[in-house]
T-cell receptor
Framework: GQQLNQSPQSMFIQEGEDVSMNCTSS?????WLWYKQDPGEGPVLLIA?????ELTSNGRLTAQFGITRKDSFLNISASIPSDVGIYFC???????????????FGAGTQVVVTP | DAGVTQSPTHLIKTRGQQVTLRCSPK?????VSWYQQALGQGPQFIFQ???????QRGNFPDRFSGHQFPNYSSELNVNALLLGDSALYLC??????????????FGSGTQLSVL
């Protein structure tokens, strides 16, 4: 089963509000990634994080690699209708050939934006 | 530049049957990973192919097998289908080298329904 605990499960927010979600793990990861999945599509990479404490932005999205290496956070500022979707955190245990591409995913956070 | 393409998009099978799903990786990528995504869950790693060999495998039974062809495209085969195999099957590709191996590019998936 999945080892990543992602919260909240869902969020209903108004357009213009900020959104925060987080992901925790029982294992230490060397890489954290955040994906977004729209209905009928595969996940799309939003942000990748490689170092403990790292803070990375992609437009209105900001993600942080937790200092303990067991958690990560994603923030969306000034939400707009197209931010609707399911956001997944994913972690890679260690960077070595036999773990390349083997990501562990959280269960996702469903974001609904109302006008 | 074509992204990851999967076929078919939808498939309906009955218990006990066998199914083959196909995937063409993103141009320039030589590594293909397969994930299973149950309804309401995050993707779970099935296995990964590189240089036409299975490089690593997740916790899936031997009923799940795969193949990679010289042109890097891949197939996922599932034998003796069970109701619980109903899910969205995602193919993801990545470059084979160390840089960016964790940045998976996903296809839109094949929705498999087992009746």
């Amino acid at each position: 089963g999945q080892q990543l605990n992602q919260s909240p499960q869902s969020m209903f927010i108004q357009e213009g509000e900020d959104v925060s979600m987080n992901c925790t793990s029982s294992s230490i990861f060397n890489t954290w990634l955040w994906y977004k999945q729209d209905p009928g599509e595969g996940p799309v990479l939003l942000i990748a994080l490689y170092k403990a404490g790292e803070l990375t932005s992609n437009g209105r999205l900001t993600a942080q690699f937790g200092i303990t290496r067991k958690d990560s956070f994603l923030n969306i500022s000034a939400s707009i209708p197209s931010d609707v979707g399911i956001y997944f955190c994913a972690g890679q245990l260690i960077s070595r050939p036999d773990s390349w591409g083997k990501l562990q995913f959280g269960a996702g956070t469903q974001v609904v934006v109302t006008p | 530049d074509a992204g990851v393409t999967q076929s078919p998009t939808h498939l309906i099978k009955t218990r006990g049957q066998q199914v083959t799903l196909r995937c063409s990786p993103k141009s320039g990528h030589d590594t293909v990973s397969w994930y299973q995504q149950a309804l309401g869950q995050g993707p779970q790693f099935i296995f990964q192919y590189y240089e036409e060999e299975e490089r690593q495998r997740g916790n899936f039974p031997d009923r799940f097998s795969g193949h990679q062809f010289p042109n890097y495209s891949s197939e996922l085969n599932v034998n003796a289908l069970l109701l619980g195999d109903s899910a969205l099957y995602l193919c993801a590709s990545s470059p084979g080298g160390r840089d960016g191996e964790e940045k998976l590019f996903f296809g839109s998936g094949t929705q498999l329904s087992v009746l």
